[in-house]
């Protein structure tokens, strides 16, 4: 069994940067593939970037590329999220999640652990 917590949400305003943590424990995560999701209100859950266990290749919503960063250090049994020049259209509850494979996936259905989520929120 593996337990997710994040961290570092938060209200920022537009243009800002936070940086998101998942801390696991339970198990090492260096076999997962890992992945960020997030929930706006009324709205359903969307991926946002994802990293396969050997922290290789990595893959964002078209929303986020070329601002977000995820990244992760097997290690530390940690998952970040580096989140640059952030827009209002950011707020929502983000949700790290461990796949139950090793690789990069942007199906919420192919992630078997969740956290309970990290509010962020930008201002205008």
């Known amino acids: 069994q593996v337990q997710l917590v994040e961290s570092g949400g938060g209200l920022v305003q537009a243009g800002g940067s936070l940086r998101l943590s998942c801390a696991a424990s339970g198990r090492s995560l260096s076999s997962y593939g890992m992945g960020w999701f997030r929930q706006a209100p009324g709205k359903e859950r969307d991926f946002v970037a994802a990293i396969p266990w050997s922290g290789g290749s990595t893959t964002y919503a078209d929303s986020v590329k070329g601002r977000f960063t995820i990244s992760r250090d097997n290690a530390k049994n940690t998952v970040y999220l580096q989140m640059n020049s952030l827009k209002p259209e950011d707020t929502a509850v983000y949700y790290c999640?461990?796949?139950?494979?090793?690789?990069?996936?942007?199906?919420?259905?192919?992630?078997?652990?969740w956290g309970q989520g990290t509010q962020v929120t930008v201002s205008s």
């Open positions: 999640a461990a796949s139950y494979h090793s690789g990069w996936s942007r199906k919420s259905q192919e992630y078997g652990y």
